[in-house]
C-alpha cells in the first residue's frame, strides 16, 4: 500500500554532514529520511526555495522534455529499500499509456517538486526502514527517528547546504 509523503525538510545529518531528505506521512505521523549526495540536495533546495538558474538544470531539462512530449507525471513512489539502498518509481503517462521508470528517489523527488505531483512511499519501506541499518553508526534508528519527529521549522533551517 502507498502512503502519500510531503517533503518535511532538507537538513543535513549533524553525525555524518551528509543532507537529508525528511519525508513525512501527509495523513499519519511516519518520517523517513534518505540521504542523498550535496548535488542532489541542492537541486531539491532550489525548487524547494524556488531560485531560478540561469539557465536549465538536468531536472528542469526533464520536466520540459516531458512537458513537450505530452508527458504526464502522474506521482513518484519510493517503492524499495535494499541493502540501505533506496528505489523509486516516477509514473508516467502519456496517451492513455501508463508506464513507470526506475528512478534514484532524489531524482524522483526534485523531478515531483518541479511538476506538482504527488509522493508516495510504500508502507513496507517506510516499516523496513525502521529495521534496517539506515542511520549512521553514531546514531542509533530509535535515537535518530526520536529526533526527526520532534524537529520542528525552525530546526530545517539550522543546517544549510
Known amino acids: 500500500m502507498e502512503l502519500e509523503v510531503k517533503i518535511r525538510g532538507l537538513m543535513m545529518d549533524p553525525a555524518t554532514n551528509t543532507p537529508v531528505v525528511v519525508l ?3 495523513h499519519g505521523t511516519g518520517v ?23 539557465r536549465p538544470q538536468t531536472h528542469d531539462l526533464l520536466k520540459n522534455v516531458l512537458i513537450g512530449l505530452d508527458v504526464h507525471v502522474q506521482k513518484v513512489v519510493v517503492s524499495d529499500l535494499k541493502e540501505d539502498t533506496f528505489y523509486a518509481l516516477i509514473w508516467m503517462e502519456r496517451d492513455g499509456q501508463t508506464m513507470s521508470m526506475d528512478s534514484r ?3 524522483a523527488l526534485a523531478l ?21 541499518g539506515v542511520v549512521t553508526e553514531k546514531t542509533s534508528n530509535e535515537e535518530l527517528r526520536k529526533w526527526l519527529e520532534g524537529l520542528n521549522d525552525d530546526d530545517l533551517g539550522r543546517y544549510k547546504m
Do not use: H, M, Y
Open 112 to 132: 515531483a517538486l518541479r511538476l506538482d505531483c504527488p509522493i508516495f512511499v510504500e508502507d513496507q519501506v517506510l516499516k523496513n526502514s525502521n529495521k534496517a
Open 32 to 54: 523517513l529520511p534518505i540521504w542523498v549526495g550535496v548535488p542532489e540536495a541542492q537541486a531539491i533546495a532550489r525548487e524547494i526555495e524556488k531560485i531560478e538558474a540561469p
Open 105 to 107: 528517489p532524489s531524482d
Open 24 to 26: 513525512q506521512e501527509t
